[in-house]
């Protein structure tokens, strides 16, 4: 499932940690780039690759929402519904970009541009409500902010 390039890239990160489990970290993140997801068989790939058990991986890849387990659209947007970010209008701007995009949480619109999560937090209380989306942070956010960032990702697709 993975390109030479990043079995090499996950090598070459590998060798710079004493303590193989280290690595899993780096290497889901260089897996995920390729894929734009991670499942059970990228887990085994990178075993074989750092030598650590799969399981191992995978509780990592779990723990870390940064990682989708599933395909998603090109732009994941993970909107932070933690109490910060509740007290200062995430669930309505989730309702909006629901309104918006025509999709609900969890889903991907049609074109497979945009998939809608919600996340924990994402550590920006006080620039609440926030979302990332890929690995951008956008914060502070209105409904005016939230039609010009969309806007712009769908110019810049």
């Known amino acids: 499932m993975l390109a030479e390039e990043s079995i090499a890239l996950i090598k070459e990160k590998a060798a710079k940690y004493p303590e193989r489990k280290?690595?899993?970290l780096p290497a889901l993140t260089v897996a995920y780039?390729?894929?734009?997801?991670?499942?059970?068989?990228?887990?085994?790939?990178?075993?074989?690759?750092?030598?650590?058990?799969?399981?191992?991986?995978?509780?990592?890849?779990?723990?870390?929402?940064?990682?989708?387990?599933?395909?998603?659209?090109?732009?994941?947007?993970?909107?932070?519904?933690?109490?910060?970010?509740?007290?200062?209008g995430a669930d309505s701007l989730i309702g909006y970009l629901e309104e918006k995009l025509e999709i609900k949480k969890g889903e991907t619109t049609s074109d497979n541009l945009f998939t809608l999560v919600t996340v924990e937090c994402l550590g920006s209380c006080c620039t609440a409500p926030m979302m990332q989306i890929n690995q951008d942070y956008y914060e502070n956010l209105t409904r005016e902010r939230v039609d010009e960032i969309l806007e712009e990702l769908r110019t810049r697709a």
């Open 33 to 88: 780039r390729q894929v734009g997801h991670l499942n059970d068989e990228l887990y085994s790939e990178i075993s074989e690759i750092i030598r650590v058990p799969a399981v191992e991986i995978a509780e990592a890849a779990t723990f870390y929402t940064m990682f989708p387990k599933h395909p998603v659209g090109k732009y994941l947007i993970q909107v932070c519904h933690n109490i910060s970010c509740a007290l200062l």
């Open 22 to 24: 280290s690595a899993i």
